[in-house]
């Protein structure tokens, strides 16, 4: 039986302790498990955020084990290395996929009908990865993605033009990393296409603007670690944005990784492209008008997951 008020984090550095304090805030869940091979770690995170629950409408949260996730709703792993300076996040494939296979075995042999919802990196192959592992289906295994870029996206434009983050349309999609693209030819605010946007707000430059705007969402992960060693507020927003979808079942029009079953012409790979969320997972991966060139992006950006998977044994 699931308890759709139960969520597990695996994983307890700083992204799992700090999405367990966003998770905290939102009140989602009444209990929440944290684990980590680092077993002190975990109580140590747990006991510090219980010392919060006077302040919150949340959750007995306790480091546990894996006997206590089998009627977990969700468990979201943020386990493994993160990148350091210079690293990219393809870099990390081999430590981290060794990692996952140690944890996906744990969760399969309990029987657990949870959601599986993947954050460490690199997402989109570790997404993959997971899925082959668990043998769940599709729909139950999915990645952070390009969550989090679309709203650094988002809010570079929204500084661009100053208007509120929530008018802009706009997402990253393909690699949560080197490869990724930004949608601009759907990109909107009210409704107004950008390039007209940016002209009633006086900005003429437009080739010059977009190069400078995607390059600042595409390394703003770089840009963080090199100033402060990792991120890990953003992305906590981020999984919490992704878990409330999910917890209220609003089919939310997330950019999720999912499994691309043809979309574009791309299937048998997980990577990013606006995707219907709700109570059941990752429903429907969204075929979004493209153009040539982004198609092309998309293409390419599949094409470098699809050899890095080729190297791997899962
Ligand atoms: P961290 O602070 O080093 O924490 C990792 C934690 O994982 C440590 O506490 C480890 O003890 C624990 N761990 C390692 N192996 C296991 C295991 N087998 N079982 C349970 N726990 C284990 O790293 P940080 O929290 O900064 O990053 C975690 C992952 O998230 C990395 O792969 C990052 O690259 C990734 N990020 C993903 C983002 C995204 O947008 N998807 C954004 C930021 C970071």
């Not at 944890?103 to 993947?118: N, V, Y």
């Not at 008018?167 to 007209?196: M, Q």
């Not at 402060?228 to 992305?235: E, L, S």
């Amino acid at each position: 039986m699931i308890n759709m008020r139960k969520a597990a984090i695996i994983g307890c550095g700083f992204v799992g302790a700090t999405t367990a304090f966003s998770l905290m805030h939102q009140g989602l869940f009444t209990e929440l498990v944290l684990i980590d091979t680092d077993q002190k770690k975990a109580e140590g995170e747990a006991m510090d955020l219980s010392h919060g629950r006077p302040y919150v409408d949340t959750a007995r949260i306790y480091a546990g084990t894996y006997d206590d996730i089998t009627d977990c709703s969700l468990i979201i792993i943020t386990a493994g290395a993160n990148q350091k300076p210079n690293e990219t996040r393809l870099d990390l494939v081999h430590k981290n996929v060794a990692i996952l296979k140690s944890i996906i075995p744990e969760i399969t042999k309990r029987g657990c009908e949870g959601l599986l919802l993947i954050v460490s990196n690199p997402v989109d192959i570790l997404t993959y990865a997971a899925f082959r592992l668990s043998g769940f289906p599709s729909s139950r295994v999915f990645g952070s993605g390009t969550v989090l870029d679309s709203a650094r996206f988002r809010y570079l434009l929204s500084e661009h033009l100053k208007v509120d983050t929530e008018s802009i349309h706009a997402f990253i999609i393909g690699e949560h990393g080197d490869s990724e693209l930004a949608v601009w030819s759907g990109t909107n605010v009210a409704g107004i296409p950008i390039h007209d946007f940016c002209e009633f707000r006086g900005h003429y430059h437009h080739t010059e603007a977009m190069e400078a705007i995607y390059h600042r969402v595409k390394n703003s992960a770089y840009d963080i670690i090199d100033r402060k060693g990792a991120t890990y507020y953003g992305i906590a927003m981020a999984v919490s944005h992704i878990t409330e979808s999910i917890i209220r079942n609003k089919n939310s029009i997330l950019p999720i990784s999912s499994l691309l079953t043809g979309q574009y012409g791309i299937r048998d790979l997980y990577l990013s492209i606006p995707t219907i969320v709700n109570r059941g997972g990752a429903q429907q991966p969204l075929e979004i008008p493209l153009s040539g060139q982004e198609h092309l992006a998309l293409t390419k950006s599949a094409k470098t997951l699809k050899e890095v998977i080729a190297s791997l044994d899962l």
